[in-house]
């Protein structure tokens, strides 16, 4: 125990959950060893929380105090009026929706049926058409799998229509999973600053030749690499109606989640993509249902 966490305890007499919340954000620069004793102090005196403590005295804001909370729950705090991330995230902006919980349960469902079978797989998240829905869909739910605490991968291997980089704020110019296939750059995936355990791979530069890209040596190793370096990798794929990137992407996964549209989809599109990915070994983990 360090000296801080000693005083705290010794002198003050504390529950080791008021210091915690104390000793992160003193770890996060928003308060010195001095505020933390006087919060303290005055949350003993008043017999009230060490967050309304902090604010009374104006050491903290109530986004400090909701971000430190998330921390401590494993869940993510919801951004700011400035953030660039899209409000379609419905994951973070309402963590308490009927979608978010849906979203949860099909989280439960793969970790149970298929990302528990192995270490470092991949699963690419297919539909017959919108890619703006599978994108929304693959995005929203790596991060209530990136919530959980798991290194979390999200890469967009649409091609023609990248889509993940306008969800999460990022330049379109900016060079992607296209780019490190044509050996163009070898990039990293980019931190998302609001999350502490999800990376995005975005489509990248938009390349002349998105399947001989996908069906290619190189996608097969780099994506391969990157996976070994996560617990999860989802791979948003672009609409299977329109051309055959997507079961490429699916094939190199080995497996892949179904994305159905309601009052939208027919069975028999759904029975033809399923047989198209059954066709080149792909496993169909199941499938989602949007609303």
């Keep these: 125990m360090n000296n801080l966490a000693q005083a705290t305890t010794d002198d003050l007499q504390v529950p080791s959950t008021r210091v915690k919340m104390g000793h992160m954000l003193v770890d996060n620069g928003k308060i010195t060893a001095a505020d933390l004793k006087a919060i303290i102090t005055l949350q003993n005196e008043r017999g009230i929380r060490f967050g309304e403590a902090a604010l009374l ?68 998240v297919v539909g017959a058409n919108e890619a703006e829905t599978i994108a929304r869909t693959t995005a929203n739910l790596a991060i209530v799998f990136s919530q959980l605490g798991l290194r979390t991968l999200l890469i967009d291997s649409n091609l023609r229509e990248p889509q993940l980089h306008k969800l999460f704020g990022v330049d379109g110019r900016h060079p992607g999973l296209s780019d490190l296939l044509a050996d163009r750059a070898r990039i990293q995936p980019l931190t998302v600053a609001a999350l502490q355990s999800l990376w995005l791979l975005p489509a990248g530069t938009q390349a002349p030749n998105p399947q001989e890209l996908l069906s290619g040596r190189n996608y097969r190793d780099y994506v391969g690499e990157l996976s070994n370096r996560f617990d999860i990798t989802l791979i948003s794929t672009p609409p299977m109606a329109r051309n055959r990137d997507a079961q490429l992407v699916a094939a190199q996964a080995g497996a892949a989640l179904l994305i159905a549209q309601q009052h939208s989809s027919r069975m028999k599109d759904l029975e033809k993509l399923c047989a198209n990915l059954w066709g080149v070994g792909v496993r169909v983990v199941g499938v989602a249902l949007r609303h």
């Excluded at 308490?96 to 797989?121: G, I």
């Design 57 to 124: 005295l104006g050491l903290v804001s109530p986004a400090d105090i909701r971000s430190v909370l998330a921390r401590q729950f494993a869940y993510t705090a919801v951004p700011d009026a400035a953030s660039r991330l899209a409000p379609s995230l419905t994951a973070i902006f309402r963590p308490e929706s009927s979608e978010v919980e849906a979203l949860r349960s099909l989280r439960s469902e793969l970790m149970l049926r298929y990302f528990n079978t192995a270490p470092n797989l991949s699963l690419a």
